[in-house]
């Protein structure tokens, strides 16, 4: 996303700077840039076409930021109302660092932020054993510990900012899923598998189903087969392979450019 | 600002407690057990609760007597279908353990949990 970001502002300010290139070329090009000492300084007043120049990448940038400010601060008023609800009517788990709402439908979520909670429903409570309301427990934890819902805000942010890019729509997916396996490799540490996944079984078969249904549902058999299915850990090499080529990757047009 | 909500929710266990319409004046009798407190502060959270909706409320006499506008599930199941069903809050605001999925889904997901159990079983 960033790399997007970054590319269409290059790319933006290319185009309004078109003229110029074809007129000067790539000297002229290193002279805008101030590369070359002796290039001719512009004495003129900063034209139109200047502060196009460099209002249009700015807006860009700015674009996915602004969004990103904006969701944050309204997530943080949601939070807070919510905080406020359970303050009415949370009680705190018996046994568990969880507040319990009498609520019949089964739900475990996390409020992430500074005054963080994780919630859960009595009916949860009551489908769910020890060991399994455990790794959920652990689950939820990986969640506020990892502040990720700073992930899902700044892909939110993103695709507010470039509605309709199919890079933002798979952006928000994958991180979605990618975010809760993460969190499932953690509760994994210290938890059953068998104890995980019935637990999302009992959880998601349980939720009444209303209005819009199925929003990410692959998402939920996608987690449960990954984490009834033992992978084994990569071996070192191979990672430190991965690691090498993702690093590599971004610079090698960089290489091929500056090559002598 | 937190401790007006602590009394806001201190207020609305009594009267969701009590099942019956009570005065700032009885509240305060019953706070007042725990700890001092002024009948200027719980008549204005009173009125919070009343503005807020919480509460709707009825002269007698020359008293206000106020009473619950719904009990405590029906407000518990609004809100918590408000936060986890179709019209979820701003993203970011709660993560949930797992989304909703439709009957369908959850019958592939059992039969993958039976799955897995035959083959640790065998």
């Given amino acids: 996303m960033a790399t997007f970001v970054v590319a269409t502002a290059l790319t933006v300010y290319h185009v309004v700077l078109a003229e110029w290139h074809a007129h000067e070329g790539l000297v002229g090009l290193l002279a805008v840039c101030g590369l070359t000492a002796d290039a001719p300084v512009s004495e003129s007043a900063p034209t139109l076409g200047d502060a196009l120049a460099l209002s249009a990448p700015a807006v860009i940038v700015l674009l996915p930021l602004g969004w990103f400010v904006l969701c944050t601060w309204r997530a943080r008023r949601a939070r807070q109302r919510h905080l406020d609800m359970l303050a009415l009517v949370g009680e705190p788990a018996p046994g568990y660092e969880a507040t319990v709402v009498d609520h019949g439908p089964p739900a475990v979520y996390c409020l992430p932020g500074r005054r963080h909670r994780v919630v859960v429903t009595r009916g949860a409570l009551d489908v769910l054993s020890d060991a399994q309301m455990r790794a959920v427990l652990e689950h939820e934890r990986a969640h506020i510990e990892g502040r990720h819902h700073l992930l899902h805000l700044l892909v939110d942010a993103f695709s507010r900012a470039f509605p309709g890019l199919p890079l933002a729509r798979h952006a928000k997916e994958q991180t979605a899923l990618l975010v809760e396996m993460i969190a499932d490799d953690r509760a994994l540490r210290h938890h059953s598998r068998d104890a995980l996944a019935a637990a999302m079984c009992e959880v998601a078969a349980g939720q009444a189903p209303q209005g819009t249904l199925g929003v990410g549902g692959p998402g939920a058999l996608i987690r449960l087969r990954r984490v009834l299915t033992p992978q084994p850990r990569p071996h070192r090499v191979t990672w430190l392979g991965v690691v090498m080529a993702s690093t590599a990757a971004p610079l090698l047009p960089l290489l091929v450019a500056c090559a002598p | ?122």
């Fill in chain 2, 1 to 122: 600002m937190r401790q007006l909500g602590e009394l806001e929710a201190e207020i609305m266990h009594r009267l969701w407690a009590w099942g019956r319409p009570a005065t700032a004046r009885d509240v305060l009798v019953d706070l007042s057990k725990t700890r001092p407190i002024a009948y200027s502060t719980v008549k204005t959270v009173a009125d919070i609760l009343h503005s807020k909706g919480m509460l709707k409320r009825h002269k007698e006499g020359r008293a206000w007597v106020y009473e619950p506008t719904c009990t405590r599930q029906q407000y518990t199941a609004s809100q918590m279908q408000e936060a986890l069903g179709g019209n979820p809050d701003p993203v970011g605001t709660l993560v949930s353990f797992i989304e909703q999925i439709t009957p369908e889904e959850a019958e592939a997901l059992r039969s993958a949990l039976r799955a897995a159990r035959r083959r640790s079983n065998a």
